[in-house]
């Protein structure tokens, strides 16, 4: 059998793995002890991320005529993969968290939502909030009214109802109309 033939099934599993993917980084995992390692494994696998060690030629020829052809520099030394079909920006969140105190993992680069990122570019992408976490702010931006005005509502209907605020307008409404009598009569008596 032929190298040729050997490697073709391990790049079709790089290109399907990719073909739907919202975001791929790599990384260069050297130097990471073997609790790292699997600590970085579980908080992956745990938010949906395909994460995997393949040979650079491999993913350079799943890569070839796709969005992640620009990866092809980072492509240096050994290489690990993170593959995201849900959140865009989970990978770069969970892998430059985990680098922070785990000093070995490297950010190379990658791609989110068809955009290539340096290893800066990855860090910023980090900082961006999940969509549940976004989705959840909007949400409790849209509640926060709704909620008061029950709140008051909620108030009125314990203080007697509205017959209370519909007897307390008219007479603020009185009490400047006195006073604009008052004032009127007062420079004509002068």
Same mark, same amino acid.
């Given at each position: 059998?032929?190298?040729?033939?050997?490697?073709? #099934?391990?790049?079709?599993?790089?290109?399907?793995? =990719?073909?739907?993917?919202?975001?791929?980084?790599? $990384?260069?995992?050297?130097?990471?002890?073997?609790?790292?390692?699997?600590? !970085?494994?579980?908080?992956?696998?745990?938010?949906?991320?395909?994460?995997?060690?393949?040979?650079?030629?491999?993913?350079? /020829?799943? /890569?070839? @005529?796709?969005?992640?052809?620009? !990866?092809?520099?980072? !492509?240096?030394?050994?290489?690990?993969?993170? +593959?995201?079909?849900?959140?865009?920006?989970?990978?770069?969140? =969970?892998?430059?968290? /985990?680098?922070?105190?785990?000093?070995?993992?490297?950010?190379?680069?990658?791609?989110?939502? @068809?955009?290539?990122?340096?290893?800066? @570019?990855?860090?910023? $992408?980090?900082?961006? #909030?999940?969509?549940?976490?976004?989705?959840?702010? !909007?949400? @409790?931006? +849209?509640?926060?009214?709704?909620?008061? /005005?029950?709140?008051?509502?909620?108030?009125?209907?314990?203080?007697?109802?509205?017959?209370?605020?519909?007897?307390?307008?008219?007479?603020?409404?009185?009490? #400047?109309?006195?006073?604009?009598?008052?004032?009127?009569?007062? #420079?004509?008596?002068?």
């Amino acid at each position: 059998m032929a190298k040729v033939e050997l490697k073709k #099934p391990i790049v079709e599993e790089i290109s399907a793995s =990719i073909k739907d993917a919202q975001s791929v980084v790599l $990384v260069d995992y050297r130097g990471l002890t073997v609790e790292q390692d699997t600590e !970085l494994r579980r908080q992956l696998r745990a938010a949906g991320i395909t994460y995997k060690v393949y040979k650079n030629t491999m993913m350079n /020829f799943a /890569f070839k @005529g796709t969005d992640y052809e620009a !990866l092809a520099p980072y !492509l240096e030394g050994p290489s690990a993969i993170a +593959i995201s079909t849900d959140d865009a920006t989970a990978p770069a969140r =969970i892998l430059c968290k /985990f680098a922070k105190t785990a000093d070995k993992l490297e950010v190379k680069g990658g791609v989110v939502e @068809g955009i290539v990122y340096d290893a800066k @570019g990855i860090e910023d $992408v980090s900082r961006i #909030p999940s969509r549940e976490e976004l989705l959840s702010k !909007l949400l @409790g931006s +849209i509640q926060s009214p709704i909620t008061n /005005f029950a709140r008051v509502m909620n108030q009125l209907a314990e203080k007697g109802g509205a017959s209370e605020v519909e007897a307390a307008a008219p007479a603020e409404e009185a009490a #400047p109309a006195e006073e604009t009598v008052a004032e009127a009569t007062t #420079p004509a008596e002068e």
